[in-house]
Protein backbone atom coordinates (compact mmCIF):
# COMPACT_ATOMS: atom_id res chain seq x y z
CA UNK A 1 0.00 0.00 0.00
CA UNK A 2 1.39 3.28 -0.98
CA UNK A 3 2.26 5.56 2.00
CA UNK A 4 -0.84 8.26 3.03
CA UNK A 5 -0.90 11.53 2.31
CA UNK A 6 -3.04 14.54 3.34
CA UNK A 7 -4.78 12.00 5.73
CA UNK A 8 -5.93 9.85 2.55
CA UNK A 9 -5.31 6.42 3.27
CA UNK A 10 -3.40 5.33 -0.48
CA UNK A 11 -2.32 7.44 -3.01
CA UNK A 12 -2.82 6.16 -6.43
CA UNK A 13 -0.17 4.17 -7.77
CA UNK A 14 -1.41 3.85 -11.29
CA UNK A 15 -3.09 6.22 -13.74
CA UNK A 16 -4.80 4.70 -17.08
CA UNK A 17 -6.20 6.26 -19.93
CA UNK A 18 -9.26 4.56 -21.31
CA UNK A 19 -11.89 4.75 -23.88
CA UNK A 20 -15.28 4.97 -22.67
CA UNK A 21 -16.39 1.87 -24.86
CA UNK A 22 -17.96 -0.63 -22.98
CA UNK A 23 -15.53 -3.23 -22.54
CA UNK A 24 -13.02 -0.78 -20.48
CA UNK A 25 -16.17 0.82 -18.39
CA UNK A 26 -17.17 -2.72 -17.20
CA UNK A 27 -13.54 -3.28 -16.35
CA UNK A 28 -13.74 -0.16 -13.70
CA UNK A 29 -16.56 -1.08 -12.41
CA UNK A 30 -15.96 -4.96 -11.63
CA UNK A 31 -12.65 -3.25 -9.89
CA UNK A 32 -12.06 -5.26 -7.01
CA UNK A 33 -12.58 -2.94 -3.49
CA UNK A 34 -9.37 -3.39 -2.45
CA UNK A 35 -7.46 -2.54 -5.88
CA UNK A 36 -9.77 0.58 -6.39
CA UNK A 37 -7.80 3.38 -3.85
CA UNK A 38 -5.05 2.80 -6.31
CA UNK A 39 -6.54 3.25 -9.66
CA UNK A 40 -6.69 6.66 -11.13
CA UNK A 41 -8.28 6.42 -14.52
CA UNK A 42 -8.51 8.62 -16.78
CA UNK A 43 -11.37 8.30 -18.82
CA UNK A 44 -11.47 9.65 -22.42
CA UNK A 45 -14.67 10.45 -23.61
CA UNK A 46 -15.03 10.99 -27.96
CA UNK A 47 -18.99 10.88 -27.90
CA UNK A 48 -21.60 10.73 -24.75
CA UNK A 49 -24.77 8.67 -24.42
CA UNK A 50 -26.23 7.45 -21.41
CA UNK A 51 -24.31 4.48 -21.18
CA UNK A 52 -21.13 5.88 -20.23
CA UNK A 53 -23.01 8.25 -17.74
CA UNK A 54 -24.58 5.15 -16.17
CA UNK A 55 -21.74 3.50 -15.37
CA UNK A 56 -19.89 6.45 -14.03
CA UNK A 57 -22.44 6.66 -11.70
CA UNK A 58 -22.12 2.52 -10.78
CA UNK A 59 -18.62 2.58 -10.18
CA UNK A 60 -17.20 1.37 -6.81
CA UNK A 61 -17.52 3.96 -4.14
CA UNK A 62 -13.50 4.50 -3.46
CA UNK A 63 -12.87 5.06 -7.14
CA UNK A 64 -13.19 8.69 -8.62
CA UNK A 65 -12.52 8.73 -12.30
CA UNK A 66 -11.16 11.49 -14.49
CA UNK A 67 -12.83 12.43 -17.26
CA UNK A 68 -11.62 13.93 -20.67
CA UNK A 69 -14.05 15.61 -22.59
CA UNK A 70 -11.20 17.89 -24.81
CA UNK A 71 -12.59 15.94 -27.92
CA UNK A 72 -16.17 17.39 -27.39
CA UNK A 73 -17.55 20.62 -28.50
CA UNK A 74 -17.81 23.33 -25.24
CA UNK A 75 -21.57 23.31 -24.66
CA UNK A 76 -24.06 22.53 -21.79
CA UNK A 77 -23.96 18.44 -21.76
CA UNK A 78 -20.14 18.77 -21.22
CA UNK A 79 -20.34 20.78 -18.07
CA UNK A 80 -19.04 17.89 -15.69
CA UNK A 81 -20.37 19.88 -13.37
CA UNK A 82 -23.89 18.88 -14.32
CA UNK A 83 -23.70 14.75 -14.61
CA UNK A 84 -24.01 14.27 -10.88
CA UNK A 85 -21.27 11.88 -10.26
CA UNK A 86 -18.44 12.49 -8.25
CA UNK A 87 -15.33 12.66 -10.92
CA UNK A 88 -12.09 14.87 -11.49
CA UNK A 89 -12.12 16.86 -14.55
CA UNK A 90 -8.96 16.59 -17.15
CA UNK A 91 -7.86 19.54 -18.54
CA UNK A 92 -5.96 20.23 -21.35
CA UNK A 93 -3.50 23.00 -22.41
CA UNK A 94 -5.30 25.31 -25.21
CA UNK A 95 -9.02 24.30 -23.38
CA UNK A 96 -10.85 27.28 -24.15
CA UNK A 97 -11.64 30.05 -20.83
CA UNK A 98 -15.15 28.93 -20.21
CA UNK A 99 -13.99 25.29 -20.19
CA UNK A 100 -11.52 25.96 -17.62
CA UNK A 101 -13.59 27.65 -15.35
CA UNK A 102 -16.43 25.32 -15.58
CA UNK A 103 -13.64 22.60 -14.88
CA UNK A 104 -12.67 24.63 -11.43
CA UNK A 105 -16.12 24.76 -10.35
CA UNK A 106 -16.65 21.19 -10.55
CA UNK A 107 -13.28 20.32 -9.46
CA UNK A 108 -14.07 22.25 -6.02
CA UNK A 109 -17.27 21.08 -6.08
CA UNK A 110 -16.34 17.15 -5.73
CA UNK A 111 -12.94 15.95 -5.04
CA UNK A 112 -10.90 19.52 -5.42
CA UNK A 113 -8.44 18.32 -7.45
CA UNK A 114 -7.96 18.34 -11.31
CA UNK A 115 -5.71 16.74 -14.03
CA UNK A 116 -3.56 18.38 -16.08
CA UNK A 117 -2.91 16.52 -19.20
CA UNK A 118 0.19 17.50 -21.37
CA UNK A 119 0.28 16.03 -24.70
CA UNK A 120 4.06 15.32 -25.87
CA UNK A 121 3.18 15.62 -29.41
CA UNK A 122 0.45 18.10 -29.27
CA UNK A 123 1.53 20.64 -26.69
CA UNK A 124 4.23 21.44 -28.48
CA UNK A 125 5.99 24.54 -26.11
CA UNK A 126 9.40 25.16 -24.92
CA UNK A 127 9.09 25.37 -20.49
CA UNK A 128 8.67 29.37 -20.82
CA UNK A 129 5.52 28.25 -22.87
CA UNK A 130 4.39 25.63 -20.45
CA UNK A 131 4.58 27.43 -17.38
CA UNK A 132 2.03 30.51 -19.07
CA UNK A 133 -0.08 28.22 -20.39
CA UNK A 134 -0.07 26.30 -16.70
CA UNK A 135 -0.66 29.42 -15.16
CA UNK A 136 -3.56 29.97 -16.74
CA UNK A 137 -5.34 27.06 -16.19
CA UNK A 138 -4.57 27.91 -11.90
CA UNK A 139 -5.96 31.00 -12.61
CA UNK A 140 -9.50 31.06 -14.44
CA UNK A 141 -9.93 26.84 -12.53
CA UNK A 142 -9.22 29.17 -9.35
CA UNK A 143 -7.05 25.52 -8.57
CA UNK A 144 -3.55 25.55 -6.19
CA UNK A 145 -0.79 23.99 -8.64
CA UNK A 146 -0.64 21.13 -5.28
CA UNK A 147 -4.63 20.40 -6.26
CA UNK A 148 -3.55 19.06 -9.68
CA UNK A 149 -2.35 16.10 -11.29
CA UNK A 150 0.45 16.37 -14.49
CA UNK A 151 -0.31 13.69 -16.48
CA UNK A 152 2.75 13.70 -19.48
CA UNK A 153 1.31 11.59 -22.08
CA UNK A 154 3.94 10.25 -24.44
CA UNK A 155 1.14 9.01 -26.75
CA UNK A 156 2.33 5.69 -28.96
CA UNK A 157 5.66 4.44 -28.26
CA UNK A 158 5.62 1.03 -30.43
CA UNK A 159 9.39 0.19 -31.10
CA UNK A 160 12.74 0.70 -29.58
CA UNK A 161 13.48 3.82 -31.89
CA UNK A 162 10.47 5.25 -30.05
CA UNK A 163 11.49 4.54 -26.50
CA UNK A 164 15.12 6.26 -27.54
CA UNK A 165 13.79 9.15 -29.13
CA UNK A 166 10.55 9.86 -26.48
CA UNK A 167 12.36 9.22 -23.40
CA UNK A 168 14.83 12.66 -23.74
CA UNK A 169 11.91 14.52 -24.57
CA UNK A 170 9.68 13.25 -21.56
CA UNK A 171 12.58 13.86 -19.44
CA UNK A 172 13.02 17.16 -20.59
CA UNK A 173 9.43 18.19 -19.33
CA UNK A 174 9.96 16.66 -16.58
CA UNK A 175 12.90 19.07 -15.96
CA UNK A 176 10.42 21.90 -16.60
CA UNK A 177 7.33 20.21 -13.71
CA UNK A 178 9.74 20.20 -11.06
CA UNK A 179 9.64 24.01 -11.01
CA UNK A 180 6.04 24.08 -9.99
CA UNK A 181 4.50 22.31 -6.95
CA UNK A 182 2.25 19.51 -8.34
CA UNK A 183 -0.17 17.17 -6.06
CA UNK A 184 2.22 14.44 -8.21
CA UNK A 185 3.16 14.00 -11.54
CA UNK A 186 2.80 10.87 -13.88
CA UNK A 187 3.82 9.62 -17.10
CA UNK A 188 1.55 7.87 -19.80
CA UNK A 189 2.11 6.23 -22.76
CA UNK A 190 0.55 3.46 -25.06
CA UNK A 191 2.12 0.22 -26.64
CA UNK A 192 -0.32 -1.80 -28.06
CA UNK A 193 -0.76 -1.55 -32.16
CA UNK A 194 -3.36 -0.20 -33.67
CA UNK A 195 -4.16 -3.54 -35.47
CA UNK A 196 -3.85 -6.73 -34.44
CA UNK A 197 -5.82 -8.73 -37.20
CA UNK A 198 -2.20 -9.27 -38.97
CA UNK A 199 -0.68 -11.41 -36.47
CA UNK A 200 -0.49 -15.33 -36.39
CA UNK A 201 -4.12 -17.17 -34.83
CA UNK A 202 -4.26 -20.21 -32.87
CA UNK A 203 -1.10 -19.66 -30.95
CA UNK A 204 0.00 -16.96 -28.42
CA UNK A 205 1.77 -13.97 -29.71
CA UNK A 206 4.43 -12.09 -27.38
CA UNK A 207 4.39 -8.20 -27.53
CA UNK A 208 6.62 -5.83 -25.86
CA UNK A 209 4.93 -3.22 -23.74
CA UNK A 210 6.98 -0.94 -25.28
CA UNK A 211 5.04 2.03 -22.97
CA UNK A 212 6.08 0.10 -19.83
CA UNK A 213 10.06 -0.55 -20.84
CA UNK A 214 9.79 3.74 -21.49
CA UNK A 215 8.57 4.46 -17.69
CA UNK A 216 11.12 1.97 -16.21
CA UNK A 217 14.02 3.98 -17.72
CA UNK A 218 12.19 7.31 -16.21
CA UNK A 219 10.83 4.90 -13.20
CA UNK A 220 14.10 6.11 -11.18
CA UNK A 221 13.09 10.21 -11.67
CA UNK A 222 9.95 9.11 -9.10
CA UNK A 223 6.81 9.79 -11.48
CA UNK A 224 4.25 7.32 -11.55
CA UNK A 225 2.64 5.24 -14.23
CA UNK A 226 0.03 5.61 -16.82
CA UNK A 227 -1.00 3.32 -20.36
CA UNK A 228 -3.57 2.78 -22.18
CA UNK A 229 -4.94 -0.34 -21.10
CA UNK A 230 -4.71 -2.95 -23.70
CA UNK A 231 -5.60 -0.52 -26.43
CA UNK A 232 -3.83 1.40 -28.36
CA UNK A 233 -2.88 5.14 -28.03
CA UNK A 234 -3.98 5.93 -31.31
CA UNK A 235 -7.67 5.90 -30.83
CA UNK A 236 -9.96 4.25 -33.80
CA UNK A 237 -11.19 0.76 -34.63
CA UNK A 238 -7.87 -1.36 -33.62
CA UNK A 239 -9.39 -4.35 -35.25
CA UNK A 240 -11.36 -3.07 -38.48
CA UNK A 241 -13.34 -6.21 -39.62
CA UNK A 242 -11.86 -8.73 -37.60
CA UNK A 243 -14.14 -10.46 -34.66
CA UNK A 244 -12.26 -13.44 -34.32
CA UNK A 245 -12.03 -13.86 -30.66
CA UNK A 246 -9.39 -12.36 -29.27
CA UNK A 247 -8.01 -11.70 -25.61
CA UNK A 248 -4.55 -9.81 -24.83
CA UNK A 249 -2.77 -10.74 -21.76
CA UNK A 250 -1.11 -8.57 -19.45
CA UNK A 251 1.84 -10.41 -18.73
CA UNK A 252 5.74 -9.24 -17.55
CA UNK A 253 6.66 -6.70 -20.16
CA UNK A 254 4.92 -8.28 -22.59
CA UNK A 255 1.13 -8.98 -23.93
CA UNK A 256 -0.02 -12.57 -25.12
CA UNK A 257 -2.14 -11.70 -27.80
CA UNK A 258 -4.79 -14.93 -28.37
CA UNK A 259 -6.38 -14.85 -31.43
CA UNK A 260 -8.58 -17.75 -32.42
CA UNK A 261 -10.12 -18.88 -35.55
CA UNK A 262 -9.70 -22.92 -35.47
CA UNK A 263 -12.72 -23.95 -37.46
CA UNK A 264 -15.60 -26.58 -36.39
CA UNK A 265 -17.74 -26.76 -33.91
CA UNK A 266 -19.23 -23.17 -32.63
CA UNK A 267 -17.94 -19.55 -31.66
CA UNK A 268 -18.57 -20.96 -28.01
CA UNK A 269 -16.26 -23.96 -28.46
CA UNK A 270 -13.72 -22.15 -30.31
CA UNK A 271 -12.99 -19.48 -27.38
CA UNK A 272 -13.29 -22.10 -24.77
CA UNK A 273 -10.03 -23.69 -26.56
CA UNK A 274 -8.50 -20.02 -26.09
CA UNK A 275 -9.30 -20.13 -22.80
CA UNK A 276 -8.12 -23.47 -22.02
CA UNK A 277 -4.58 -22.43 -23.67
CA UNK A 278 -4.69 -19.39 -21.93
CA UNK A 279 -5.11 -20.89 -18.55
CA UNK A 280 -2.64 -23.49 -18.86
CA UNK A 281 0.29 -21.03 -20.15
CA UNK A 282 3.39 -19.82 -18.13
CA UNK A 283 2.14 -16.42 -17.46
CA UNK A 284 -1.43 -17.29 -16.29
CA UNK A 285 -0.82 -16.66 -12.58
CA UNK A 286 -0.89 -18.33 -9.42
CA UNK A 287 -4.12 -17.44 -7.70
CA UNK A 288 -6.05 -18.12 -11.12
CA UNK A 289 -9.60 -16.72 -11.26
CA UNK A 290 -8.87 -15.20 -7.44
CA UNK A 291 -6.44 -12.48 -9.07
CA UNK A 292 -8.95 -10.19 -11.10
CA UNK A 293 -12.39 -10.42 -12.57
CA UNK A 294 -11.24 -10.91 -15.72
CA UNK A 295 -9.51 -14.29 -14.90
CA UNK A 296 -12.46 -15.11 -13.21
CA UNK A 297 -14.24 -14.88 -16.00
CA UNK A 298 -11.87 -16.35 -18.50
CA UNK A 299 -11.60 -19.46 -16.20
CA UNK A 300 -15.22 -19.97 -16.38
CA UNK A 301 -14.76 -20.14 -20.32
CA UNK A 302 -11.81 -22.71 -20.34
CA UNK A 303 -14.17 -24.78 -18.22
CA UNK A 304 -17.19 -24.19 -20.74
CA UNK A 305 -19.31 -22.80 -17.56
CA UNK A 306 -20.28 -19.89 -19.69
CA UNK A 307 -20.93 -18.81 -23.42
CA UNK A 308 -17.94 -17.25 -25.23
CA UNK A 309 -19.35 -13.72 -25.16
CA UNK A 310 -18.74 -10.28 -27.16
CA UNK A 311 -15.88 -8.49 -28.42
CA UNK A 312 -16.62 -6.31 -25.49
CA UNK A 313 -16.40 -9.05 -23.40
CA UNK A 314 -12.92 -9.83 -24.19
CA UNK A 315 -11.77 -6.52 -24.04
CA UNK A 316 -13.47 -6.23 -20.77
CA UNK A 317 -12.01 -9.44 -19.02
CA UNK A 318 -8.88 -8.37 -20.85
CA UNK A 319 -8.69 -4.58 -19.29
CA UNK A 320 -9.69 -6.24 -15.92
CA UNK A 321 -6.70 -8.65 -15.72
CA UNK A 322 -4.64 -5.62 -17.31
CA UNK A 323 -5.37 -3.03 -14.10
CA UNK A 324 -4.61 -5.69 -11.75
CA UNK A 325 -1.81 -6.65 -12.88
CA UNK A 326 -0.38 -3.47 -13.32
CA UNK A 327 -1.56 -2.73 -9.56
CA UNK A 328 0.28 -5.40 -8.01
CA UNK A 329 3.75 -4.89 -10.12
CA UNK A 330 3.97 -1.11 -8.90
CA UNK A 331 3.09 -2.07 -5.42
CA UNK A 332 5.76 -4.79 -5.48
CA UNK A 333 8.60 -2.39 -6.50
CA UNK A 334 8.07 1.04 -8.30
CA UNK A 335 7.85 4.49 -6.81
CA UNK A 336 4.92 5.73 -5.23
CA UNK A 337 3.06 8.45 -6.82
CA UNK A 338 4.76 11.27 -4.87
CA UNK A 339 7.69 9.89 -3.73
CA UNK A 340 10.12 11.44 -1.52
CA UNK A 341 12.73 12.15 -4.22
CA UNK A 342 10.55 13.82 -6.33
CA UNK A 343 9.48 16.36 -3.27
CA UNK A 344 12.98 17.02 -2.50
CA UNK A 345 13.79 17.83 -6.13
CA UNK A 346 11.02 20.44 -6.35
CA UNK A 347 12.03 21.64 -2.81
CA UNK A 348 15.54 22.24 -4.34
CA UNK A 349 14.18 23.82 -7.30
CA UNK A 350 11.83 26.21 -5.88
CA UNK A 351 14.94 27.43 -2.84
CA UNK A 352 17.15 28.43 -6.00
CA UNK A 353 13.97 30.69 -7.86
CA UNK A 354 10.90 31.93 -7.45
CA UNK A 355 7.62 29.51 -7.63
CA UNK A 356 5.34 31.20 -10.29
CA UNK A 357 2.63 29.57 -9.69
CA UNK A 358 5.99 -3.63 -32.01
CA UNK A 359 8.27 -6.57 -32.07
CA UNK A 360 5.82 -9.88 -31.92
CA UNK A 361 7.24 -13.13 -31.35
CA UNK A 362 5.10 -16.08 -31.19
CA UNK A 363 4.94 -18.68 -28.17
CA UNK A 364 7.69 -20.81 -26.96
Known sequence: MVPAHGGRVAEPVYRPILANR??????LSHLDGSLAPLVDPVI?????DSHTLDVLGRLPGNLVPAVDVTALPDGPETELGRWGVPLVPVIGLTDSARRLVLHGAAARAHAHRAVVRLRLAADRSGPDAATTAAERIWRLTRLLPEQCDLLVDAGDVCCP???RTT?????????W??????????????GMPTNLSRLPTDEPVRLDRWDWLLWRELAGLGVGYG????????????????????????????W???????????????FADLCRTLVSAPHWPAAGAAYSWGDHELLRRARRSAGAGSPANWVAWSTSHHLAHVVSTLGGAAP???PKAWRDDQAAGRAGRPHRGGTARRAG
Do not use: F, K, M
Not at 22 to 27: K, P, Q, Y
Open 227 to 254: DYGVGPALRGDDQPNDRLPTICYTADGA
Open 161 to 163: ADV
Open 177 to 190: ARRHAWRSVSVAAG
Open 256 to 270: WVYRWSRRGGRGDDR
Open 22 to 27: RGELEA
Open 336 to 338: DSE
Open 167 to 175: GPRVRRLLD
Open 44 to 48: ELSVL
